[in-house]
Nanobody, 116 residues
Framework: QVQLVESGGGLVQPGESLRLSCAAS????????MGWLRQAPGKERELVAT???????NYLAVVKDRFTISRNNGENTVYLQMNSLKPEDTAVYYC??????????WGQGTQVTVSS
């Protein structure tokens, strides 16, 4: 079993920044892909950003120029630096880890609220 624990969410004003962190622990040999999803009230969950073990990244179009994903393979951690936050970024953000086709895990989520 693998556990993912997110931290770093909170309430910020438009234009401000937040950095989310996620640490994976448990039965881990290696993690292929790590990433972040989010779910806003009344909307479906969407994939925000992913990063592979060799550093290839992919972003949701609306965040590409504002968010940066990074990871530390040795510590099984992933980060999401969110700049120039907008009210529409308000959501619960979930950490994601894909070890294999049959082993995928999600965290419990951390709330990000962008409001003036």
């Amino acid at each position: 079993q693998v556990q993912l624990v997110e931290s770093g969410g909170g309430l910020v004003q438009p234009g401000e920044s937040l950095r989310l962190s996620c640490a994976a622990s448990g039965s881990i040999d290696s993690i292929n892909t790590m990433g972040w999803l989010r779910q806003a009230p009344g909307k479906e969950r969407e994939l925000v950003a992913t990063i592979t073990s060799d550093g290839m990244t992919n972003y949701l179009a609306v965040v590409k120029d504002r968010f940066t994903i990074s990871r530390n393979n040795g510590e099984n951690t992933v980060y999401l630096q969110m700049n120039s936050l907008k009210p529409e970024d308000t959501a619960v953000y979930y950490c994601y880890a894909r070890l294999s086709v049959t082993r995928q895990y999600w965290g419990q989520g951390t709330q990000v609220t962008v409001s003036s």
